[in-house]
């Protein structure tokens, strides 16, 4: 242990702690800003310098290791000088339009300036009007230049979460920006638009693209059916938008909000995920049949889940090569929505030119994915319009609702039935479970062999989690699987992702079907989801997430009768003709750069 | 305090026979290599004046299968060319510190990372290299030395960002500690000394440390190459010993009308003229790298001041805070006050920033940049304001 004082309170820590961790331990609260739990230490903003006595420089605490006998100050007459000093230097080359601005109130260089900057600026304003440039090129991201403040906390989330680096620092000196390959706009480089470097941004300049004022013109427009279909992720991170604490689950007042907004029919996205699960598990299952019995060449497994379009883009930029093993499912939101203007509109017999489909999502890639052209196979837009958990707060806000005071709810029918296999899909692992639970009986005829359903290896916010499973008293049909141990593997993050495929292609690892997701924690972690984001509040949505599966009735996604009616009424059976036109897509290879 | 008379020296670039000094350091302990660099007194020749000799024991003391030895040859202060002339006349005496410093620390692997600018010299280098490679070769001993070099930027003289640029990344510093000694090049331990300093080596184990420390003051030993420019009669390259006065040295490089010397580059301090007679060049005193510029009564302070400024605006490499927007921030200020966009007050403002880019910089870079503004305006702040 290393012991140190810090405004002369004695202080141990582990060997390795840094300077910011033993004032944490003395509930010494230090300003940061560059920090961030997801990421390496950089110690480039400075604003958590403190004093170390007997030293000429001040030290950045976040990066600077405690060492025996250190005496730090933290509120020194040197510190404050200097700290006030680098707050009014990051003003300075802010644009502060914070009144406008789509973080104001959860910016945390405004907390910042709250604390240290009051009265006049000190230095000079560095932005010139005539020289700011948005790019708003991209369907999901927005990258405002004029307020980024260079942390790197992007450059970062980019490079060591999601192993994409669509974000790299580039010249120096005053010309120092964060910038793409050639600055080239956004919708032209690798970006996978997991909107991971939004929840890491400290200030505005990179937010989701909004579409907000587009779905309130839907919902005024008399002639137009909207619908809304909610993710699973949004409900248990809704509330921290709202003023919960993170874990909290908000479903039935969302429900109601939703109403309350104006939306003709709330629906949920947890309906079409079991859907996925019986067009993936087949899937699955037949890819499996193909390679074991017929010894087809062709057919590639792994089969890799492509429920997440940050995923689906990194194959498609990274590795097209492995592109045959990508499941042709399409995601939830997307199945959902060619549903909607098909089944749906025949069912409440409206024309689907007269639907408006939205859907809210934790995610800001998913705006990208309802914009790609394969996605109209309805006929129509499948999906019009995606608006993140974030912006969804933002409308109940405009709404005036207390939110706190709301009743609960159920959803609408048809289309808003659903299993606590739907609702799993929100965090890692989940998507596996649940075609577990539902392949294994499949080919069985039994549930899979886990206490209350819960298949717990594939659980957790481990990087890469592998299991297997024995089938055993194989159905007859499905003989040809007995005795084999299914090989699973599952990774969260595009860098886990990167590193479990590559494993898979150098022949080092072999399974069966590997679950993907782009962002950390899966879809609880997404993009679109509240700010901040970090492990712990993960941790607490993904416990939200399975209680959630807990108190369903129904547990497992073919038992969903609204799942059992679609493909009677409309679809006939799993990976028929109808389905595969409907709820299947493909993918192209994109640039490397 | 104890001053010297302005004397030249030739030691630098005496020319010395290498299989000598290498044969005469490779019968030395290890211990004793380092002890004799200790002993003289040597300090980093670059500027910063770090004991070369301590620096070697902290290296030496890691364990560790791999160390490294870089020669920081990023020749950026401007007014610094000192370097290039060691490294086309006696890159020999470079190669052969290295070694030194290699079997001290228990390197068998040199880098000398050049200035991009001076790529014309590689082929002669180059050759030199491999008569060197021969050489080591024959004596029985095993070091071998590459080139790496620059793209350019002068934040790649600073040792950590030099490291990360050898290894492939955007020239930026890293936090400290760890230090290089510790975790350097490719995270191994790591020497890095100037181009200058690996030839004192040179000479300490020719001459032996008291002959050397005969040189020089207490606290500032051996003699020094200085790169003499600006308004004086005979620029150039002078080999001089450590502490003299700065009025030493304006009586025999001024024009006459000396009215501010630059000791150390854009990142050096200005010494006024009421100052020439109680101001040491040297560690005691006014370090530097090698720069001296001299001004006469015809330039403008301001000008001068500017071009600084100017320059660190660009070679920040603009990692942190501080030096990034700081930079921006007194080259604007300083043209506002001149402009009268600002008031004359605002200076003050100016100094507590360029105070605070000293004690909040990440890396020696914007931590140097208060120097040359603070000792401009506290010198010559009517010719900054009219």
Sequence with gaps: MINLTINSKPVSVPEGSTVLKAAEKLNIHIPTLCNHDDLCVVGNCRVCVVEQKGARALIASCAHPATEGMEILTNSLKVRNARKHIVELLLSEHRADCTKCYRNQNCELQTLANAYSYGDHLFINLIKDHEIMIDQTSASIVKDDSKCIRCQRCVRTCAELQKVSALAVSGKGCNQKISTFHDRPLSHVVCTNCGQCIIRCPTGALTEKTQIEQVWDAIYNQGKHVVVQTAPAVRVALGEDLGYDPGERVTGKLVTALRQIGFDSVLDTDFSADLTIMEEGTELLTRLKKVLVDGDKETALPLFTSCSPGWIKFIEHKKPGLIPHLSTCKSPQQMFGVLAKTYYAGKRKLNPADIVSVSIMPCTAKKFEANRPEMRASGYKDVDFVLTTRELAIMIRQSGIDFRALETDNYDSIMGTSTGAGVIFGATGGVMEAALRTAYEIVTGKEVPFKDLNIVPVRGLEGVKEASLKIEGCKKEWAFLEGVELQVAIAHGLTNADKLISKVVSGEASYHFIEIMACPGGCIGGGGQPIPTNNTIRQKRVDAIYAEDMEMKLRKSHDNPEIIAVYKDFLGEPNSHKAHELLHTQYIERIRN | ?386
């Excluded at chain 2, 299968?65 to 290039?84: H, M, Q």
Aim: aromatic fraction near 10%.
């Design chain 2, 1 to 386: 305090m104890e001053t010297k008379k302005l004397n030249k020296v030739d030691l630098i670039f005496e020319h010395v026979d290498p299989r000598v000094i290498l044969t005469k350091a490779f019968k030395m302990s290890n211990d004793d290599i380092i002890n004799e660099v200790i002993e003289s007194g040597l300090k980093g020749r670059g500027g910063a004046g770090f004991p070369t000799g301590m620096k070697w024991k902290f290296a030496a003391g890691e364990k560790s299968k791999e160390k490294y030895i870089v020669c920081n040859a990023d020749e950026g202060e401007p007014g610094t060319f000192k370097d290039r002339e060691i490294l086309d006349r006696v890159a020999y005496k470079v190669y052969s510190g290295m070694a030194i410093a290699g079997k001290a620390i228990g390197a068998k692997k040199g880098v000398v990372y050049l200035r991009a600018e001076y790529k014309f010299l590689i082929p002669q280098l180059m050759m030199e290299l491999d008569g060197f490679h021969t050489l080591i070769k024959d004596i029985g001993y095993n070091f071998q030395i590459e080139y790496k070099l620059g793209s350019g930027a002068y934040i790649c003289g600073e040792e950590s960002a030099l490291f990360e640029s050898i290894e492939g990344y955007r020239g930026e510093p890293r936090n400290k500690p760890p230090y290089p000694t510790q975790n350097g090049l490719f995270g191994k331990p790591t020497v890095i000394n100037n181009v200058e300093t690996l030839v004192n080596i040179v000479i300490i184990v020719n001459y032996g440390s008291a002959k050397y420390k005969s040189h020089g003051t207490r606290f500032s030993t051996g003699a020094k190459v200085f790169s003499v420019s600006g308004d004086t009669p005979n620029p150039g390259i002078y080999e001089l010993e450590l502490g003299m006065s700065v009025l030493e040295f304006v009586n025999e490089f001024g024009d006459g009308d000396t009215k501010a010397v630059q000791v150390g580059g854009a990142s050096g301090l200005c010494v006024p003229r009421k100052l020439f007679a109680s101001t040491i060049i040297g560690f005691e005193g006014v370090p530097t790298g090698g720069s001296v510029k001299l001004f006469n009564s015809t330039r403008s302070m301001y000008n001068v001041l500017h071009n600084y400024l100017d320059f660190f605006n660009e070679e920040s490499c603009g990692n942190c805070t501080p030096c990034r927007v700081g930079c921006q921030q007194l080259l604007l200020g300083v043209e506002a006050v001149k402009k009268g966009d600002m008031k004359s007050s605002y200076l003050n403002e100016l100094a507590k920033l360029a105070d605070t880019m000293k004690v909040a910089s990440k890396c020696g870079l914007g931590q140097s940049v208060g120097n040359a503004f603070n000792s401009i305006l506290e010198n010559f702040r009517e010719e900054i304001i009219y």
